[in-house]
């Protein structure tokens, strides 16, 4: 079968993790709620998730919640004089990995990409230690070539440092890459690092900044052959709900 990306003027990748590759809500909710049960004082559970950004009733981080978009050092940071935020988070972190959710289709679209040259890194604000016992959970290991978290010296997003880098280990150069993500601050970051960003969810805000929209994951790999045909053709406008076929 032909490889109709290898000569693609897209060679990489970068995603956001949470949100994007990852089933936020599936992910996280309940683990976050785990760290909660395990606060004994109720003034401090209650309102450290109050601060927290987590509905304590319904077990649901909630959609304004830093802990969605922001590092972890800073949403600890909210809370550390409240409890432990050493014990909260590894609870945290210890609970997601038994249930790590990806989002749907994201391992077929992967490793579409993969099998066609293009080479996939991950910027996350979550720690690179917790992102990469993630993608070796969901089998994905071989798939990236580079995984960047906030603490992995090069900044967190929306500044565009652990993008940069995580494309400089991919080998692309500008103008090559693209950033998908979720969020507003992934959106920033991809264009702080000149890269063709890529929106996908529900966010407005991050919808509004991004170069191109998508629905759902499989949407990208037509836009990545849209993006090829572009160079030859001038078009200028992507559907997000065109198929592979369609394009």
Same mark, same amino acid.
């Given at each position: ?21 990852? +089933? ?12 909660? +049960? ?8 209650? /309102? =450290? ?59 077929? /679209? ?40 906030? +603490? ?28 998908? $993500?979720? =969020? ?9 690092? $000149? ?5 996908? $969810? ?29 160079? /030859? ?15």
């Amino acid at each position: 079968m032909k490889s109709w990306l290898r000569t693609s003027v897209i060679k990489a990748i970068v995603f956001d993790k949470d949100g994007t590759l990852l +089933d936020f809500e599936a992910t996280w909710n309940e683990a976050v709620g785990v760290a909660f +049960d395990q606060i004994s004082d109720a003034h401090a559970r209650e /309102t =450290s998730a109050d601060m927290f950004g987590y509905d304590l009733a319904s077990r649901t981080v909630l959609p304004h919640s830093p802990f969605v978009s922001e590092s972890n050092d800073v949403v600890m940071g909210l809370v550390s004089d409240l409890i432990d935020v050493e014990t909260f988070e590894r609870t945290i972190n210890q609970v997601s990995r038994l249930n790590v959710v990806p989002s749907s289709e994201a391992t077929a /679209t992967l490793k579409t990409l993969v099998a066609n040259g293009v080479k996939l890194a991950i910027a996350t604000n979550d720690s690179e230690g917790a992102a990469r016992h993630h993608v070796s959970a969901l089998g994905w290991t071989q798939l990236f070539t580079s995984v960047k978290g906030y +603490d992995s010296g090069h900044g967190a997003k929306p500044d565009p440092g652990m993008v940069l880098a995580a494309v400089e280990e991919c080998g692309a150069t500008p103008g090559s890459y693209l950033m998908v $993500g979720d =969020s507003v601050h992934d959106i920033l970051a991809g264009q702080a690092a $000149g890269a063709t960003t890529v929106a996908i $969810g529900n966010n407005q805000g991050a919808l509004s900044l991004a170069d191109h929209k998508i629905k759902k994951m499989t949407d990208l790999i037509a836009l990545v052959k849209f993006l090829q045909q572009q160079e /030859t053709n001038n078009s200028t406008n992507f559907a997000s709900d065109a198929t592979v076929n369609d394009i």
